[in-house]
């Protein structure tokens, strides 16, 4: 039986190869002819095969071999690839995801004959059975400094053997020269060294050496847990044995056919306009994997709970400060007092650092996410006729864990609906004078302290005039009222629950439909959308979402004695005005800066107490998308970094609340939600009043 | 409950505490810790009965006041109160009371359905009453208490229990 991490590590290896077998079946539909693409799938499902052949999971082994077998066939040219080949292709990279699933979840038995059929129709006259073992010995010589070489199964054995955690070594006995039975020395040799390990290759074979039909020289390859030192010493204590010499055999990680895997091999980027992206793609596929072989698997909640416990940690050397504060007004300054500060400084940059580290041990890559996209629109794509060219880029932006586990569902809505309801058919295309084909980019990459992620598309666009009429129809907002909107405003409509259905919006369907609950989930993560849209050109959607959730900077706040944090994101500036300058609109109180009428609210009352009625006030203006109010506030205590905690399902959400985060005396500030207060004001004022003031 | 009982020998291991002059209990299973009063963050528009939130080691625990959640009299908090701190379906919540008393092992067969009124708790709010060594302890049912969002569950189920009553 294979161990939990041998079974994680052969997972880990599956998982790569699932990977590359996905984005170079997509490029080969594009290329059907490009020999690095089939190459890499070839090495691919030869690698699975090798793998789940020797960790016993036999069906995975069958199914992988019929797949290399096919690959084999399109390789030497006897085979052309089909759109119908490659839908079974997919079908076979399906049932080999559940076959992974049956390891990981204990999933029912998957039958894996019906697919297996289906590739093996597509196979030529002379059946599988040539090329079942028929795998073309790609020699190459990876061990270095020795003329002899590894077979490719020889190889996939070694790297079996590295799974189980032992080494391969090249081993060269020279038997001394005057030696007169040299068959009892090899013996010897290979018994000593069996004990060792295993013996998987002998030049010249062992029945030669048994026989001593050798002239001085052999040598061997062993499998061991042993060290290279141990062996030749082992060895060397035979006697008339005159020198020995181990060499450790380095396979790469991933496939050691060295020609053409330092070629052109487009795999890490799954489809780009190009298509191919040089051999810096292929470059980093392999520092991706020997990344991977150094990376520990760790639940979430447990970097969670580091972070907590760094947070006390935190807790602690506040008060440690302020106990050396007591001390010094005390004694004043003594040695001991020193050496209590020195101590508190170290304490402080140490809990810094060990947040920094956590937050970016949180950090995974957005490929993650994106991965899954490529095959998906293709699927879409296929299904609907059309013709879509799909161009991934930013897949190594890095975002928090949570925000990935969030952002999922979203960008597959987004993306489905560019599919479905953006790109036009072909035929469409042509009549309006686009390329046969439509495109659609999926992009994410840095923006100051935010993630941003492009979903655009080149279809045919929203039709702002009548969203602009629905609305009006719908009473969201007067007719007068909608011909002053902009067209952004007007398309932000269609993130309204239920608004916008089918046939009402675009001249298909659905374009609308769900992105109320798309803008929910990104909201949820402190993220936000916006879409841009020009009928007959395409639509945009713009994801910006937090670095992290975890940790913001926040300004904070004093309110009836208790300090809330605002979110800094969401915070334009802060002024302080007399009383005198809050006007009233109808029922609102409104400030005006510099020339812009802002609604304005006072956050102690917002939250149910007393107002606040000092001869300054402080106002902190709050923005989110074009929309600003201003907050009165007691006191501005300044910014800090804040470690974002939930306030629990218990209380459930509450209006005007995000959360909750610890402050250095250990006691709980609130978060302030910008945004929910921000929509809710401006809700509440009669917005009519706030344009004719304007 | 009734399931456990059988398995430890048909006893009860109840934290016992004071609460506007009445006895109290909790099945220890559900308590994780007892903490003194500490400073209380005041969650506004949350529920009346909340009374904000703690830091508990860097967790953020909400508080309720369970004079409050029971309708009973306002009490002065003194250096006896407590927050008992209990975990129930995954959640974690602190509960202010009085004073703690002890750790009670109680014969399962001394604890009895809860009569129709305790001293105005809402019946629906408890598990039932154990008569053991002259005392009277209240046995609260924890589920009831803190799933809020099940109120309205809770008070169809009292009306059809005063219907039958």
């Known amino acids: 039986m294979f161990s939990d991490a041998e079974i994680s590590v052969f997972l880990d290896e599956l998982e790569e190869k699932i990977q590359i077998l996905n984005d170079n079946f997509l490029l080969l539909e594009k290329e059907a002819d490009d020999p690095q693409v089939l190459q890499e799938i070839f090495r691919a499902a030869h690698t699975v095969k090798g793998s789940s052949a020797i960790m016993g999971y036999d069906r995975m082994s069958r199914l992988t071999h019929e797949m290399e077998n096919l690959f084999d066939n399109l390789r030497q040219g006897r085979l052309r690839v089909s759109t119908e080949m490659i839908d079974v292709l997919f079908e076979a990279l399906d049932t080999l995801k559940s076959l992974r699933d049956e390891i990981t979840e204990q999933a029912a038995p998957v039958d894996i004959e019906p697919v297996v059929a289906k590739l093996r129709r597509f196979l030529p006259g002379e059946g599988a059975e040539n090329m079942a073992g028929g795998i073309p010995a790609a020699a190459t010589s990876s061990s270095s400094g020795s003329a002899f070489s590894l077979t490719e199964a020889e190889e996939e054995v ?41 013996i998987i290759k002998a030049v010249p074979p062992a029945e030669d050496l048994q026989e001593g039909k050798f002239d001085t020289t052999f040598e061997v390859v062993l499998l061991t847990q042993e060290d290279a030192g141990r062996i030749r010493h082992l060895l060397l204590t035979i006697s008339e044995i005159a020198d020995v010499s181990v060499e450790t055999i380095n396979l790469p990680e991933d496939e050691a056919v060295s020609v053409t895997a330092s070629g052109v091999a487009g795999s890490s980027q799954a489809v780009t306009p190009a298509g191919k992206q040089g051999a810096s793609g292929a470059t980093r596929e392999r520092e991706e994997g020997v990344k991977q072989a150094k990376t520990v698997r760790v639940d979430v909640q447990k970097l969670d709970n580091l972070m907590n416990l760094v947070g006390e940690l935190v807790i602690d050397r506040t008060r440690l400060d302020r106990f050396a504060a007591i001390f010094r007004s005390r004694y004043g300054s003594d040695d001991l007092v020193d050496v209590l500060n020195e101590i508190s400084n170290h304490l402080g940059q140490l809990t810094n650092d060990l947040q920094e580290q956590i937050m970016k041990a949180r950090m995974l890559p957005i490929a993650q996410v994106f991965n899954r996209f490529p095959r998906m629109v293709r699927d879409l794509a296929h299904k609907l006729g059309k013709e879509i060219n799909f161009i991934v880029e930013g897949k190594d932006t890095e975002l928090d864990r949570n925000v990935i586990e969030v952002i999922g569902d979203p960008l597959i809505h987004l993306l489905r609906n560019a599919v479905d309801h953006g790109i036009e058919s072909p035929e469409e295309r042509v009549r309006v004078g686009k390329p046969r084909t439509g495109t659609v980019l999926l992009k994410a990459f840095h923006q100051e302290n935010h993630i941003v992620i492009l979903v655009k598309d080149d279809g045919r666009g929203m039709d702002v005039e009548r969203i602009r009429k629905k609305a009006v129809e719908r009473g969201l907002v007067d007719a007068e009222m909608a011909g002053r909107l902009t067209e952004r405003e007007i398309l932000n409509f269609v993130f309204l629950p239920g608004f916008s259905t089918a ?157 909750a985060t610890i402050l250095g005396d250990g006691r709980v500030a609130l978060i302030v939600d910008a945004r929910a207060l921000t929509q809710e004001v401006t809700r509440g004022v009669a917005e009519e009043a706030l344009y004719a003031a304007s | 409950m009734a399931q456990k009982a059988e398995v430890t020998g048909r006893e009860e291991q109840i934290v016992v505490f004071k609460l506007a002059e009445q006895t109290y209990g909790v099945d220890i299973g559900a308590v994780a810790e007892i903490i003194r009063m500490e400073s209380i963050t005041r969650v506004p528009r949350a529920p009346e009965f909340v009374e904000g939130v703690i830091n508990l ?25 407590r927050i008992i701190i209990v975990e129930i379906g995954g959640m974690t919540i602190g509960m202010i009371v009085d004073a703690v008393l002890e750790v009670l092992r109680i014969p399962a067969e ?16 408890l598990r039932g009453i154990a008569l053991w060594e002259e005392r009277m302890i209240i046995l609260l049912n924890l589920q009831k ?17 005063e219907a039958t009553a």
């Open chain 1, 503 to 659: 046939q009402e919006v675009t001249d298909l369907s659905g374009r609308g439909v769900g992105l109320d609950v798309v803008r929910k989930n990104i909201e949820q993560i402190n993220g936000h959308i916006e879409m841009n849209s020009v009928l007959g050109q395409g639509t945009e959607f713009e994801i910006k979402l937090p670095l992290t959730l975890a940790i913001i900077r926040a300004l904070m706040v004093s309110v009836s004695g208790e300090v809330y944090a605002f979110p800094l994101t969401n915070v334009m500036e802060t002024i302080r005005i007399s009383p005198q300058e809050v006007k009233r609109i109808q029922n609102t109180e409104v400030i005006i800066v510099r020339g812009k009428v802002l609604p304005l609210i006072c956050l102690a009352e917002y939250f149910g107490g007393q107002r606040i009625g000092d001869s300054r006030l402080y106002v902190v203006i709050i923005g989110v998308g074009n929309r600003r109010v201003g907050v009165v506030v007691e006191e501005l205590l300044g910014e800090q970094e804040i470690v974002i905690k939930s306030l629990g399902e218990y209380l459930g959400r509450i209006p005007g609340l995000s959360g």
């Open chain 2, 110 to 125: 001394t604890i009895e359905p809860p009569p129709a009124v305790v001293d105005g708790v809402d019946v629906a709010y």
């Open chain 2, 57 to 81: 080691r860097g967790r953020i625990i909400p508080v309720i006041d369970l004079r409050k959640r029971f309708g009973l009299p306002e009490g002065e908090q003194t250096r006896q109160s």
């Open chain 1, 158 to 198: 070694i790297r079996a053997a590295y799974v189980r955690g032992m080494q391969a070594y090249w081993i060269k006995v020279v038997v001394d020269a005057e030696c007169q039975m040299k068959s009892v020395r090899a013996y010897l040799v290979f018994q000593t060294l069996q004990e060792q390990g295993e």
């Open chain 2, 145 to 161: 208490i803190l799933y809020e969002n099940e109120r309205e569950a809770l008070e169809e189920a009292e009306a059809a229990f």
